[in-house]
T-cell receptor
Framework: EAGVTQFPSHSVIEKGQTVTLRCDPI?????LYWYRRVMGKEIKFLLH????????ESGMPNNRFLAERTGGTYSTLKVQPAELEDSGVYFC????????????????FGQGTRLTVV | LAKTTQPISMDSYEGQEVNITCSHN???????ITWYQQFPSQGPRFIIQ???TKVTNEVASLFIPADRKSSTLSLPRVSLSDTAVYYC????????????FGSGTQLTVLP
């Protein structure tokens, strides 16, 4: 079974440009998450999809970030326009659906996309 | 979300047992305790999860005292490849919620 895949693995763009990150979750996983770690900081939650719906986007830093999950399959995270402080590693994770009372379902992470804004 | 505290770093030697303790004084009744491992240039990887007492899998053991205000991840006979950052996370059961990562513990295994 393929794991969570992210593309690209690295991206270097100039300030003001647009970048789109892609995440392919594990097949059949309803939950998809985006996280990021900026330099020297902890991994922070950005948002959570359940299928194609945004369940929680409380971690999105501002309106320059737009996430989509078309058809409840892969997801994209667009940064437009990119700023220097957006540099960091962006992780995607997915997990299967869970019901009330079950343990937290294991989240599988991708390798991350290292974004550098210059 | 309960805050967790764990040592910033630990050193060990190959073949030793390593115990990493995490405190979570404000853990809620429905919270589970989960540990993740992260190697450089990779995403975090699930190691083990528990609610109370002891949980063991092929990779590690997790010890949780009765008050659940702390937990200890135990790695038996570590090798150089166990050098990584280990995160202790505490969160709600039920629907898959966001994970809250702290600073983690950088474990360095020396030859």
């Amino acid at each position: 079974e393929a794991g969570v895949t992210q593309f690209p693995s690295h991206s270097v763009i100039e300030k003001g440009q647009t970048v789109t990150l892609r995440c392919d979750p594990i097949s059949g996983h309803d939950n998809l998450y985006w996280y990021r770690r900026v330099m020297g900081k902890e991994i922070k939650f950005l948002l959570h999809f359940v299928k194609e719906s945004k369940q929680d986007e409380s971690g999105m830093p501002n309106n320059r970030f737009l996430a989509e999950r078309t058809g409840g399959t892969y997801s994209t995270l667009k940064v437009q326009p990119a700023e220097l402080e957006d540099s960091g590693v962006y992780f995607c994770a997915s997990s299967r659906a869970s019901g009330t009372g079950e343990m937290n379902t294991e989240a599988f992470f991708g390798q991350g996309t290292r974004l550098t804004v210059v | 979300l309960a805050k967790t505290t764990q040592p910033i770093s630990m050193d060990s030697y190959e073949g030793q047992e390593v115990n990493i303790t995490c405190s979570h004084n404000n853990i809620a009744t429905n919270d589970y305790i989960t540990w993740y491992q992260q190697f450089p240039s990779q995403g975090p990887r699930f190691i083990i999860q528990g609610y109370k007492t002891k949980v063991t899998n092929e990779v590690a053991s997790l010890f949780i005292p009765a008050d659940r205000k702390s937990s200890t991840l135990s790695l038996p006979r570590v090798s150089l490849s166990d050098t990584a950052v280990y995160y202790c996370l505490v969160g709600l059961s039920g629907s898959a919620r966001q994970l809250t990562f702290g600073s983690g513990t950088q474990l360095t295994v020396l030859p």
